[in-house]
């Protein structure tokens, strides 16, 4: 069964660094593309970016590049968003999810709620 | 950047047919795919390239693409059905980032 863990929630405060994981297992980790989708608080779906964890390629929203990294332990099966410097509109719902070829997303995570506020 | 369009609520009775459409200009060139997503939970996928169900979808759920609209039909929608719906799709050139649409909230009346 594909299974995708996230983090628990998190709590930080304006200026902070975070980082949140996901961990898959089921599947050939390093055979899929994972990626990350943001849902701001009574919003929509978007799309920040993806990674594959065969060799690290990596491919960014123009919304999201520089705003976050993104980053992957194939020994682990675990892929990673992370912040340098939190701010209050980083408020959201972050999932992760399989993405096989074709673009799409076939298994999601349960998600990571991350709240900034000081 | 490029964009799909859905409209932002559809409403019907159980046991009717709820149609949500998606409107994108590189629909005729690109594969669409629709999540149903539940409060609180995470999103679902329910059709893939256009009009295939993955496994464990119930039957009643079915797509379809005519030129730059593809829709999301549920036939025999039941109360369960009840959810935001977010169709997902490339630009011409299929480019990163595979934009959704801005979500379509199914009320069963």
């Known amino acids: 069964e594909v299974q995708l863990v996230q983090s628990g929630a998190e709590v930080k405060k304006p200026g902070e660094s975070l980082k949140i994981s996901c961990k898959g297992s089921g599947y050939s980790f390093t055979s899929y593309w994972i990626g990350w989708v943001r849902q701001m608080p009574g919003k929509g779906l978007e799309w920040m970016g993806i990674?594959?964890?065969?060799?690290?390629?990596?491919r960014y929203s123009p919304s999201f590049q520089g705003q976050v990294t993104i980053s992957a332990d194939k020994s682990i099966s675990t892929a990673y968003l992370q912040w340098s410097s939190l701010k209050a509109s980083d408020t959201a719902m972050y999932y992760c999810?399989?993405?096989?070829?074709?673009?799409?997303?076939?298994?999601w995570g349960q998600g990571t709620l991350v709240t900034v506020s000081s | 950047s490029y964009e799909l369009t859905q409209p932002p609520s559809v409403s019907v009775s159980p046991g009717q047919t709820a149609r949500i459409t998606c409107s994108g200009d590189a629909l005729p060139k690109q594969y669409a795919y629709w999540y149903q997503q539940k409060p609180g939970q995470a999103p679902v996928l329910v059709i893939y390239k256009d009009s295939e169900r993955p496994s464990g979808i119930p039957e009643r759920f079915s797509g379809s693409s005519s030129g730059t609209t593809v829709t999301l039909t549920i036939s025999g929608v039941q109360a369960e059905d009840e959810a935001d719906y977010y169709c997902q799709s490339a630009d011409s050139s299929g480019t990163y980032p595979w934009v959704f649409g801005g979500g379509t909230k199914l009320t069963v009346l």
């Open positions: 990674i594959y964890p065969g060799d690290s390629d990596t």
């Open positions: 999810a399989r993405h096989p070829t074709g673009g799409y997303f076939d298994y």
